[in-house]
T-cell receptor, first 113, second 111 residues
Framework: DVKVTQSSRYLVKRTGEKVFLECVQDMDHENMFWYRQDPGLGLRLIYFSYDVKMKEKGDIPEGYSVSREKKERFSLILESASTNQTSMYLC????????????FGDGTRLSIL | QKEVEQDPGPLSVPEGAIVSLNCTYSNSAFQYFMWYRQYSRKGPELLMYTYSSGNKEDGRFTAQVDKSSKYISLFIRDSQPSDSATYLCAPRKDSWGKLQFGAGTQVVVTP
């Protein structure tokens, strides 16, 4: 079974802080994704990485950056946290071959005060 | 207009009933259509996916795609309280596997 692990289930930070969210997958997947999930809006893609050191902006990249130095680890960085970044953050990975689906972690609920 | 529209519910049904969920989408280029189930405080998990138009069955679950009307359906037969969750439809956008998610429909199955 694919395992996608997000380092924190709950996180509380203050406005202006630099925040790091970590995600690790154990299946040697090439592709990794960061989403945020908000009520009524569903999952929205923040950033995508198709391989080590490769990244692509998603639909809502403003205020975020990412890092992928190793294949199994994909980090989401909030450069200067703001209250409108309070949300559930979900990480996913997939094998790039064919129609392989995305596999998700259990999310990090981030509150910015 | 959102690319994928899904009624948020909640949809409440008695145990044993058939649950009918649907999505509409606007992008005719979508080819793969995923259904994910998400329990409270958990990440989405893949239920099943279909390619192009047609039906696919997996146990109590049936997925249907009608590309001519851009309409996606998921049916759950003999529903159980353990089926209570949010169901997300997610067409695949490109060859990298990026997905366009609907907002999700909350389903409540009462004993």
């Amino acid at each position: 079974d694919v395992k996608v692990t997000q380092s924190s289930r709950y996180l509380v930070k203050r406005t202006g802080e630099k925040v790091f969210l970590e995600c690790v997958q154990d299946m040697d997947h090439e592709n990794m994704f960061w989403y945020r999930q908000d009520p009524g809006l569903g999952l929205r893609l923040i950033y995508f990485s198709y391989d080590v050191k490769m990244k692509e902006k998603g639909d809502i990249p403003e205020g975020y950056s990412v890092s992928r130095e190793k294949k199994e680890r994909f980090s989401l960085i909030l450069e200067s946290a703001s209250t409108n970044q309070t949300s559930m953050y979900l990480c996913a990975s997939r094998d790039e071959q064919g129609a392989q689906p995305q596999h998700f972690g259990d999310g990090t609920r981030l509150s910015i005060l | 207009q959102k690319e994928v529209e899904q009624d948020p519910g909640p949809l409440s049904v008695p145990e044993g009933a058939i649950v009918s969920l649907n999505c509409t989408y606007s992008n005719s280029a979508f080819q793969y259509f995923m259904w994910y189930r998400q329990y409270s405080r958990k990440g989405p998990e893949l239920l099943m996916y279909t390619y192009s138009s047609g039906n696919k069955e997996d146990g109590r679950f049936t997925a249907q795609v009608d590309k001519s009307s851009k309409y996606i359906s998921l049916f759950i037969r003999d529903s159980q309280p353990s089926d209570s969750a949010t169901y997300l439809c997610a067409p695949r956008k490109d060859s990298w596997g990026k997905l366009q998610f609907g907002a999700g429909t909350q389903v409540v199955v009462t004993p």
